[in-house]
């Protein structure tokens, strides 16, 4: 399905069904695990009095909406539907009824919730006053199955759930939910792991999150996924304090930690478990690079360039905002890691860069801004004079040669 419609991020299409969800069906529409189903739970703390149900529509037949009944009034008999407990109907109270997955639901169940969702009704039977429902799906680019008929798009409101970014993650649920702090060490380094697949030309650029052009069922790594690995952090934290070997239970960890969001974010994330407290923050050496205290370890000090190569590709403009003090950094560090930077920066392909207001489509619509990270770096008189500095070590000529 394709269709136009005006975004929000999730808190602002929470606000939208506290505000409208008792006259409209609102259903928000994003990506997968970006966080939808989690806004019955918000919204059952704004509405204490309701009592929320959660109607999940990739589990459901026709006959999880109501059952028939056979009925006799005198002499005339017939069949009367006594509803489902699922959709609250029974309570004689108001409720918030989530319909989950609305777009992956069979058709029955699109037929039989037509009523529901434009009239509250089911039957005879309806919902209190005051009562709100509202409904997820997800976006239909994602090839997941997601399909709506003409009549009844017209009965919902449709709302595209703006996938969170990184910052808008820590801030807004990471930090008030308390989530695991190497969760959020991993997530405030690697922003580009909440990127939206629409947002990548090329599958492999961006291993760790879901696209559709990507052959296979591996696993990846969403919002929801990574609050599931900081409850699995948690719990492997009370069993080494409760005794347990150590090693043993971090083995048994990388496992279900790749197992929730994939192999390469799983082993980032055990691998910022095992190097914590010598990995300075991207934050520390932004705003302190030339005191903040370097990495100790060899495996570090390789991860610390790691992560700043990915941060380079996957968005541009902020690495380029603060080159400059990167370069402070990085001139402090053992002189071998100098070159294995230098080595990736010389090796790595331009990179695609997003002209402001531009959507990646990989189309022949983008801009397509070949910008070399090299040349910046050269542009940089302290890069500049280090590359100068170890000229033997490179090919001289790529060194002389200074960006615009």
């Not at 529901?116 to 429902?133: A, C, M």
């Not at 060899?298 to 690495?319: G, H, I, K, P, Y």
Request: one cysteine or more; a negative charge.
């Amino acid at each position: 399905m394709s269709m136009t419609m005006h975004k929000r991020t999730v808190n602002e299409t929470i606000d939208m069904i506290e505000m409208f969800g008792t006259h409209v069906t609102i259903i928000g529409r994003g990506d997968v695990g970006v966080g939808k189903s989690s806004m019955l739970f918000e919204l059952s703390k704004r509405f204490p009095t309701h009592t929320p149900c959660m109607f999940d529509c990739t589990t459901k037949t026709v006959g999880d909406l109501s059952f028939p009944r056979f009925r006799k009034d005198g002499d005339i008999e017939y069949i009367t539907h006594v509803p489902s407990d699922q959709l609250g109907l029974h309570l004689g109270t108001p409720v918030i009824v989530c319909i989950d997955e609305f777009g992956k639901g069979a058709n029955d169940i699109k037929l039989g919730t037509a009523d529901f969702i434009l009239n509250h009704k089911l039957g005879s039977h309806k919902l209190p006053e005051g009562s709100i429902v509202f409904a997820t799906t997800n976006k239909g680019t994602e090839g997941l199955g997601d399909m709506f008929q003409g009549h009844t798009i017209n009965r919902l409101c449709f709302v595209e759930i703006v996938k969170p970014d990184a910052k808008e993650w820590l801030t807004k649920y990471a930090i008030p939910n308390g989530v695991h702090s190497t969760v959020m060490s991993v997530v405030k380094d690697h922003q580009h792991m909440f990127q939206s697949f629409e947002d990548v030309v090329n599958p492999d650029d961006n291993p760790m999150i879901f696209h559709p052009q990507r052959v296979g069922d591996a696993q990846f790594l969403t919002h929801r996924g990574m609050k599931k690995v900081s409850d699995l952090l948690y719990i492997a934290d009370e069993q080494i304090a409760e005794g347990e070997d150590e090693s043993y239970v971090n083995h048994l960890l990388k496992a279900a930690v790749c197992g929730q969001i994939g192999v390469v974010g799983g082993e980032l994330v055990m691998n910022y478990r095992e190097l914590e407290g010598d990995l300075p923050s991207l934050d520390e050496i932004k705003s302190n690079p030339a005191s903040v205290e370097l990495p100790k370890k060899a495996a570090t000090q390789c991860m610390d360039v790691m992560r700043v190569l990915a941060l380079s590709q996957a968005d541009v403009n902020e690495f380029r905002g603060w080159l400059d003090a990167y370069v402070t950094y990085f001139l402090r560090l053992p002189q071998h890691i100098q070159f294995f930077f230098a080595v990736q920066i010389d090796q790595a392909p331009g990179d695609l860069e997003k002209s402001p207001g531009t959507p990646r489509t990989g189309s022949e619509d983008l801009h397509k801004t070949v910008t070399n990270r090299k040349q910046w770096l050269l542009n940089n008189d302290k890069y500049a004079q280090w590359a100068l500095d170890n000229a033997d070590a490179f090919a001289a000529d790529d060194f002389h040669q200074r960006g615009q």
